[in-house]
């Protein structure tokens, strides 16, 4: 186990941070605009979200660098650019950090299928290695490979990421299936726990797809088929239409009811996705009677 990982988990569970791209819209992010863009024209907006997740006592802040593959840049038009963007959206959160979280960077699904024959798996894991290679020349402290519903693409990001010299936590996203206990290439949990060990990641997780009462099972299941620490970020709950529009109701004190059922499984890293804030993960801190 690398030496960030042992420091971490001295006081386990380790506080990850909450949703960025739901923030990003409060903040005035278009549907359908590229987030990671804003790290070049709204890096101050970038920050913030960074910096309410630290000050709510997030111990692991990710980065704004989901998309920020050439394939997923490239429909932005914005293919020249992703060492830029990829250094900048480190850069912003180590800024906001301050020396107070640790710094994941995020590498996010290049968005074609493989199963398709949209790209080789060589282009794809060109691509990963591109972001990766940024990221650690930005002085990224680790990754973590989120979102994924295919454990073949998952497995490049990790192959790439473990060659820049990255601490790496991948993880899959379960939202399919009668149970949702299958990616959407109908994964299940310990199948995507063995791929991912197989290839080498330090940590095992999953995240989005469903809320965290779902990812409690998900969580136990991926802990039986792994001996690498398990990182859940689970949505807050399910969106449901108000007023016209996708709205997260969950509350974060209605979230952190769950955490004491993911530590008593033994997950080593909680967080939250899509819907979740600053207020979840100080709901977090207090049910663990931080």
Known sequence: MSELLKKLLEHPPVITDGAWGTQLQERGLPVGACPDEWNLSHPEAVESVAKGYVEAGSQVILTNTFGAN?????????????????RAGVEISRRAAGGRAEVFASI?????????????????????VEQAQALARARAEAAVIETMSDPNE?????????AAGLVTAACMSFDSGK????????????QAAEALTRA????????????????????????AATDRPIWI???????????????????????AEYVPQLVELGVAFIGGCC????????????????
């Open 154 to 162: 998952a497995v490049l990001a990790i192959r790439a990421a473990k």
């Open 179 to 190: 149970n949702r206990d299958r990616t959407m290439m109908g994964t299940t949990p310990e």
């Open 70 to 86: 050439r394939l997923m840049l490239e429909r932005h038009g914005l293919g020249d650019r992703v060492e830029e963007i990829n």
């Open 233 to 255: 970020k689970a949505n807050a709950g399910m969106p449901q239409i108000v007023d016209g529009k996708a709205a997260y109701v969950m509350t974060a004190e209605e979230f």
């Open 275 to 290: 819907g979740t804030s600053p207020a979840f993960i100080a709901a977090i801190r207090r049910r663990l009677g931080r």
């Open 108 to 128: 996010g699904p290049s968005g074609v299928l493989l199963m398709m024959g949209e790209k080789t798996p060589a282009e794809l894991e060109a691509a990963f």
């Open 200 to 223: 080498g990641a330090d940590v095992v997780g999953a995240n989005c797809g469903q809320g965290i009462e779902g990812y409690v099972a998900i969580a136990r299941r991926l802990k």
